[in-house]
C-alpha cells in the first residue's frame, strides 16, 4: 500500500495559469514531508521541508503547505522554466532510523 | 552542490554478470542511499547506510547487495544482473542528526541497461 501519492500524474498549463499539485499520506507521527523537483537526466532537488499542520513555505513562484494528511505545491503564474518532475516524500520509521519515502511524481510541463 | 559523484554514468551489461556501481562523497554526511527510478514506479530504496560498515534494506533490495568501509564510499553490487534491473539508480545523501534523516541531496544517476 503507497504511504505517499500524488496527483495528478500529469500536468500541462499554459504559462501563467496558476495551479496545485497535491501530495497525501499515510503515515503516523509524521517527521518531516519533503518536495523535490527533478529535471530530465538529473538526480532530484531538494525545494522544501515542511514538519507540521500549518506551515506554509515559499520559493519564487512555488508555495507549499502542509494538512495532517496532505501537501499542496501551488504554483503561481507559472513559466515554461517550472516544467519538471515534482517529487513528495516523507521520512518512513524503519528499525532505527527514518527513511525517506518518494511518491511517484507530478510531471509539469508549462506552455508558453 | 553537493559533492557527490556516481561512476559509471552509463553502463550496458549482459544478463548474468556482476556489477559494481559506485558512490562517492564529499560531504562527509553520515547517511548514504541507493535508489532505483523506473517509470510507473517512481524512486525506491534499494539499501541505505546510517555509517561506515552500518548497512540496511530497503524496499527492493533482493538481488543487490552494499559495502560500505569508508564515510566517502558506497558500492552497490548487482550479484547477477538481470532484464528487471534495467533502471536508473540513484545515490543520495543526507546528514542525519541521530535517527532523524533530512533532506537528501543526490548524484546525477547511472543508467544501466541489462541486456
Known amino acids: 500500500e503507497d504511504q505517499v501519492t500524488q496527483s495528478p500524474e500529469a500536468l500541462r498549463l499554459q504559462e501563467g495559469e496558476s495551479s496545485s499539485l497535491n501530495c497525501s499520506y499515510t503515515v503516523s507521527g509524521l517527521r518531516g514531508l519533503f518536495w523535490y523537483r527533478q529535471d530530465p537526466g538529473k538526480g532530484p532537488e531538494f525545494l522544501f521541508t515542511?514538519?507540521?499542520a500549518g506551515e506554509e513555505k515559499e520559493k519564487e513562484r512555488l508555495k507549499a503547505t502542509l494538512t495532517k494528511k496532505e501537501s499542496f505545491l501551488h504554483i503561481t503564474a507559472p513559466k515554461p522554466e517550472d516544467s519538471a518532475t515534482y517529487l513528495c516524500?516523507?521520512?518512513?520509521?524503519?528499525?532505527?532510523?527514518?527513511?525517506?519515502?518518494f511518491g511517484r511524481g507530478t510531471s509539469l510541463i508549462v506552455h508558453p | 552542490d553537493a559533492g557527490i559523484t556516481q561512476s559509471p554514468r552509463h553502463k550496458v551489461t549482459e544478463t548474468g554478470t556482476p556489477v559494481t556501481l559506485r558512490c562517492h562523497q564529499t560531504e562527509n554526511h553520515r547517511y548514504m542511499y541507493w535508489y532505483r527510478q523506473d517509470p510507473g514506479h517512481g524512486l525506491r530504496l534499494i539499501h541505505y547506510s546510517y555509517g561506515v560498515k552500518d548497512t540496511d534494506k530497503g524496499e527492493v533490495s533482493d538481488g543487490y547487495s552494499v559495502s560500505r568501509s569508508k564515510t566517502e564510499d558506497f558500492l552497490l553490487t548487482l550479484e547477477s544482473a538481470t532484464s528487471s534491473q534495467t533502471s536508473v539508480y540513484f545515490c543520495?545523501?543526507?546528514?542525519?542528526?541521530?535517527?532523524?534523516?533530512?533532506?537528501?541531496?543526490f548524484g546525477s544517476g547511472t543508467q544501466l541497461s541489462v541486456l
Open positions: 516524500a516523507v521520512q518512513v520509521s524503519s528499525g532505527g532510523s527514518y527513511i525517506p519515502t
Open positions: 543520495a545523501i543526507s546528514d542525519g542528526q541521530g535517527a532523524l534523516s533530512e533532506k537528501l541531496f
Open positions: 515542511l514538519y507540521s
